[in-house]
């Protein structure tokens, strides 16, 4: 499941530029809604809380996040998800709650370079997913305010029921384009996606690929996102680990399009739609998904 609990950008879409001696820090509150058609699911609404701060060369960022989704009460699980014991079968929830830490730095190792290690834990009723695990790493090169290159690096262990163990690496291009009308950022990022006991949960392959590309435009108070990407992709990290599709789906597309307004000096409202097609493995039917997400943050 994509923890639809930061569609917002929240390490971009802050808007923060800190000077060498300067210090900030922001929070912010995301509600969402989610709505499935087809599937197991029908839709529930879910709340986080995100909190960070730092400087230029150090950061620390923390993310807390429940989710309750609603079950359709008249679908069938597949035999493998019986057969391993990891059918949702029966339940009339889907509750979750997400934690999520990490911290950055910046200019310390390597000049030009930030690190960011992270950690994202989860507690569901989920069967398959239940205390489940993510390590998260990303190391990227940039030229400042011009480009920058990197790659993520993300291992992600459920040990509940068959021991599913996720690798995915991502590399990770960006562009800033500087105009008399206002500022752009456009990128890209290519996901590869391998894991283990992959027939366990009903899929042929255990290699998925995938790609996604961006743009981002600021001016003055405002910024607005646009987002695509395409593929295959299973039990996803996304959003600078914050971001995890921990249930058992196999996406195949998606598009999202964001905006903000600093409407004072240090609030920020922002809103977020994002759709995206997968196949519930479970159950074997295509399900679209809708997600709207409504944030309000604080510039410290």
């Known amino acids: 499941m994509k923890k639809f609990l930061l569609t917002v950008l929240i390490l971009i879409a802050t808007g923060i530029v800190l000077t060498d001696s300067s210090r900030a820090d922001y929070s912010a509150i995301y509600g969402t809604y989610i709505d499935y058609s087809g599937g197991s699911k029908i839709g529930g609404p879910s709340l986080t809380g995100y909190y960070s701060t730092g400087n230029l060369t150090k950061t620390y960022s923390f993310g807390l996040s429940l989710t309750s989704i609603e079950y359709s009460s008249n679908y069938t699980s597949s035999a493998t998800f019986k057969k391993y014991g990891i059918s949702n079968a029966g339940i009339d929830f889907l509750n979750q709650l997400d934690v999520t830490v990490e911290s950055s730095v910046t200019n310390e190792l390597l000049k030009n370079h930030t690190f960011t290690l992270g950690l994202h834990y989860i507690i569901t009723n989920d069967n398959l997913t239940d205390n489940g695990i ?4 990303d190391g990227t090169y940039f030229k ?47 996901y590869y996606i391998t894991l283990n006991r992959s027939n366990e949960i009903g899929l042929e392959d255990k290699n998925f690929y995938s790609v996604e590309a961006f743009l981002h435009f600021y001016r ?17 990290v996304k959003n600078g680990g914050f971001v995890v599709y921990n ?7 998606g598009v999202s399009v964001e905006g903000g307004y600093y409407f004072t000096k240090n609030y920020r409202l922002g809103a977020t739609i994002s759709v995206n097609k997968f196949e519930d493995l479970e159950t074997g039917n295509d399900v679209t998904q809708t997600a709207v997400t409504i944030s309000l943050g604080y510039k410290w």
């Open 134 to 137: 993510v390590f998260y790493f």
């Open 247 to 253: 249930l058992a789906e196999k996406y195949k597309s």
């Open 144 to 190: 400042p305010y011009n480009w920058n290159s990197g790659v993520e690096l993300a291992f992600s262990y459920y040990p509940e029921t068959i021991n599913l163990q996720v690798i995915q690496l991502a590399p990770h291009l960006g562009k800033y384009y500087y105009t008399t009308f206002g500022t752009f950022y456009s990128g890209a990022k290519f």
């Open 220 to 236: 003055g108070k405002t910024d607005l996102g646009f987002s695509v990407w395409k593929g295959e992709q299973v039990f996803a």
